[in-house]
């Protein structure tokens, strides 16, 4: 099987809404094209937490899943967020999306699960579904360690060695159990790639990674790209160098109440480097206030992170 190279940034788009809340597809598009012209970016991730998936209607996800295809015309694959309930439910979602153009799928957890927690065996048999029904290359998403959607070592194991499976997302968020947990993984299954998104405090994954798969990819594309390839190169220096001057634009974006409002700053930053015309969000999204847009443009003035040419993005 060929597998998906995504050894590299794989940004998580923010979903581009027209100012009375529809989706705005000329301009998810725009976005889409602007992304896919950054040398590094591998792939593009839609329809997750920064690209408001569950806010959309069906019809939305489908359609937009169209218009990335459309836009990138092959240069990357489109990898869909699939959330659906209920392991058939999931693997009908996949299905679609892979008949509207997606190539893989970042797999969510059971929104039950959070809460509830797992039976053994029920998230190996999610991704085997959605596999068998739907062909799409998977993503093991591994959510938080607060989280009782967390999966244990062995369950990250059996998933990543299933056909089908071809990366990890990790978001653990528990550095005690990165670093048991990843070389066994890797031990397991030495050709998963190996995906950080622990967008906050990205510096302590950097050199155990294959790349990126981060909302964070809106916003600062080049930054992370040199990050990544510093990571890869063990370079703590340049690593640590390119973390301190992204440092103001993580804190303003993503060290704040609630990691949702991150979505939303995302928004503003891409008004802020021009790509966007306007930070619309659906509800249950909230508008941070003028305090925070303002300082949010602010980070990236400190972070010398300054906008896009509006030739770059007509460009493309």
């Not at 602007?34 to 959309?56: D, Q, R, Y």
């Amino acid at each position: 099987m060929s597998v998906m190279d995504l050894r590299g940034l794989s940004p998580a788009p923010v979903t581009v809404f027209t100012r009375d809340g529809e989706v705005d597809y000329a301009a998810n598009a725009q976005l889409a094209k602007w992304l896919v012209s950054i040398k590094g970016v591998k792939s593009l991730v839609i329809l997750g937490h920064a690209g408001e998936g569950t806010f959309l209607t069906v019809e939305e996800r489908l359609k937009l899943i169209e218009t990335y295809a459309e836009a990138v015309d092959g240069a990357v694959p489109i990898i869909a967020g699939v959330t659906g309930e209920g392991t058939r439910v999931a693997a009908q979602e996949a299905k679609a999306s892979k008949a509207a153009g997606a190539t893989g799928a970042l797999v969510y957890p059971n929104h039950g699960w959070l809460r509830f927690g797992f039976q053994k065996g029920a998230p190996q048999d999610r991704y085997k579904a959605i596999w068998q029904e739907s062909g799409l290359e998977c993503i093991l998403f591994q959510y938080p360690d607060a989280t009782k959607a967390s999966y244990d070592l062995q369950t990250q194991i059996d998933i990543a060695t299933q056909e089908g499976v071809v990366a990890t997302k990790n978001g653990v968020r528990n550095m005690k159990r990165w670093y048991t947990e990843i070389p066994e993984i890797k031990k397991a299954a030495p050709e998963l790639q190996v995906l950080s998104c622990h967008d906050e405090w990205l510096l302590p994954t950097m050199f155990d990674v294959d790349g990126l798969l981060v909302g964070y990819g809106n916003i600062a594309p080049e930054l992370l790209i040199q990050l990544i390839e510093a990571g890869k190169a063990q370079d703590y220096p340049e690593a640590r160098r390119i973390f301190e001057q992204l440092l103001p634009v993580t804190k303003a974006v993503y060290h704040r109440g609630s990691h949702m409002e991150g979505t939303v700053a995302l928004k503003l930053g891409l008004v802020k480097r021009g790509v966007l015309d306007h930070a619309t969000i659906r509800e249950p999204l909230k508008n941070l206030g003028e305090a925070a847009e303002r300082e949010i443009f602010a980070a990236f003035d400190a972070a010398g992170i300054g906008p896009v040419s509006a030739a770059a993005i007509a460009a493309e």
